[in-house]
């Protein structure tokens, strides 16, 4: 699997949107990007994944820039719930039984 | 909505003993995980299950675990003779055909006294 570098704490204004990046220099063609979410002592919870193109559901934006170097990952309303650690995780997609690597992942802190 | 489901939540155990831990994957699926976590410390991949039998399974999975899925439905981790150092969170997770999401868990919290 590919690294990916994160950085290890942000906060965000309850309301504001919340950007968190994610760097994945060695990504290979056939892996995607997916992010999964922490809160404290939960189960991992999926957020969203994608390969080259941006990505949108009810949870989250993806943006991957053009050479999938890095990746973006965008809470639009970021609510005092979403405080959580935020893994990005690079690995094949579309095939099963892969182990999940996680990182040290980003500590995201919504503020009142 | 489906997820995978896990029992107990919290086991607490004397060393030495032996230890199950319980899952109900989301029911199309049909690759399953452990992970575990340390307090404090990252998730980190035990075990992948497929077909009946060991896919794939990290360093720190060694001779006392064993995984089984002895019906249809439920998906175990057994741990042989726990030592303190087994004390953790312990995630099943699964995923479907074709697919390469994830889905968790809400853990068994092992204490080994």
């Known amino acids: 699997d590919a690294k990916t570098t994160q950085p290890t704490s942000m906060d965000c204004a309850e309301g504001r949107a919340a950007n968190l990046p994610c760097n994945h220099s060695t990504i290979s063609g056939n892996e995607y990007v997916y992010w999964y979410r922490q809160i404290h002592s939960q189960g991992p919870q999926y957020i969203i994944h994608g390969l080259k193109n941006n990505e949108t559901n009810e949870m989250a934006s993806l943006i991957i820039t053009e050479d999938r170097k890095s990746s973006t990952l965008i809470l639009p309303h970021a609510t005092l719930r979403d405080t959580a650690v935020y893994y990005c995780i690079v690995r094949p997609g579309n095939t099963g039984g892969f182990k999940t690597i996680f990182g040290a992942g980003t500590r995201l802190f919504v503020k009142a | 909505e489906p997820e995978v489901t896990q029992t107990p939540s919290h086991q607490v155990t004397q060393m030495g003993q032996e230890v199950i831990l319980r899952c109900v994957p989301i029911s199309n699926h049909l690759y399953f995980y452990w992970y575990r976590q340390i307090l404090g410390q990252k998730v980190e991949f035990l075990v992948s299950?497929?077909?009946?039998?060991?896919?794939?399974k990290s360093e720190i999975f060694d001779d006392q675990f064993s995984v089984e899925r002895p019906d249809g439905s439920n998906f175990t981790l057994k741990i042989r003779s726990t030592k303190l150092e087994d004390s953790a969170m312990y995630f099943c997770a699964s995923s479907p055909i074709g697919g390469n999401t994830i889905y968790f868990g809400e853990g068994s919290w092992l204490t080994v006294v």
């Open positions: 299950f497929y077909n009946n039998e060991i896919s794939e």
